[in-house]
Antibody, heavy 123, light 108 residues
């Protein structure tokens, strides 16, 4: 089955750390960039970060830059989001989503597959 | 920072046409993408590159773009189309993705 599965969410105190995982199956993982998108309770979608297939291109939203680090292990078909110095405003459901080819190209095919999300609560 | 603007809500009767708009200064140079999200579910991509539709998406969903605006049109709205809809586009320098604030479609 073609899918993305997030894990690693939980309850953490302000200032703490958490590492999220996104594991892919059923498709050629190295053909895709992976994005992280979050959604605070009752709020809209917010793009967080992206990483290209070879990890050569990485980008972060201003709200997390310097605190979050994205990485990937193609041998394990997984992407990781290391979240440090967590704040209350980081409380959200975190989704990973694939994007064919390089991230943020001029002619992206969009985020065509999403995981079900993992919940992070900072309190 | 770059923003995409959407109306918070749209009301429509079953069988009618719903139009959901998105505005942003970079849209003349960047493609728009549209996602549907139902409660408790992950987003689903409806439209990519302004007008393209994935094969699994019903034909009643279509997209268009003109100037600083993009529009998602749902023809013959059905009760199952009640959901939140988000537009998405890169900033002008292609450095990061931005989502609009979302539009809640209510089917009366």
């Amino acid at each position: 089955e073609v899918q993305l599965v997030e894990s690693g969410g939980g309850l953490v105190k302000p200032g703490g750390s958490l590492r999220l995982s996104c594991t892919a199956s059923g498709f050629s993982f190295t053909s895709y960039s992976i994005n992280w998108v979050r959604q605070a309770p009752g709020k809209g979608l917010e793009w967080v970060s992206c990483i290209s297939s070879s990890s050569s291109y990485i980008s972060y939203a201003a709200s997390v830059r310097g605190r979050f680090t994205v990485s990937r292990d193609n041998a394990k078909s997984s992407v990781f989001l290391q979240m440090n110095s967590l704040r209350g405003e980081d409380t959200a459901v975190y989704f990973c989503a694939r994007e064919e080819g390089d991230p943020l190209p001029k002619t992206s095919y969009g985020m065509d597959l999403w995981g079900q999300g993992t919940t992070v609560t900072v309190s | 920072s770059y923003e995409l603007t959407q109306a918070p809500s749209v009301l429509v009767s079953p069988g009618q046409t719903a139009r959901i708009n998105c505005s942003g200064d970079a849209l003349p140079k960047q493609y728009a993408y549209w996602y549907q999200q139902k409660p408790g579910q992950a987003p689903l991509m409806l439209i990519f590159k302004d007008t393209e539709r994935p094969p699994e998406i019903p034909e009643r969903f279509s997209g268009s773009s003109s100037g600083t605006g993009a529009t998602l049109t749902i023809s013959g709205v059905q009760a199952e189309d009640e959901a939140d809809y988000y537009c998405q586009s890169p900033d002008a320098s292609n450095s990061y993705w931005v989502f609009g604030g979302g539009t809640r479609l209510t089917v009366l």
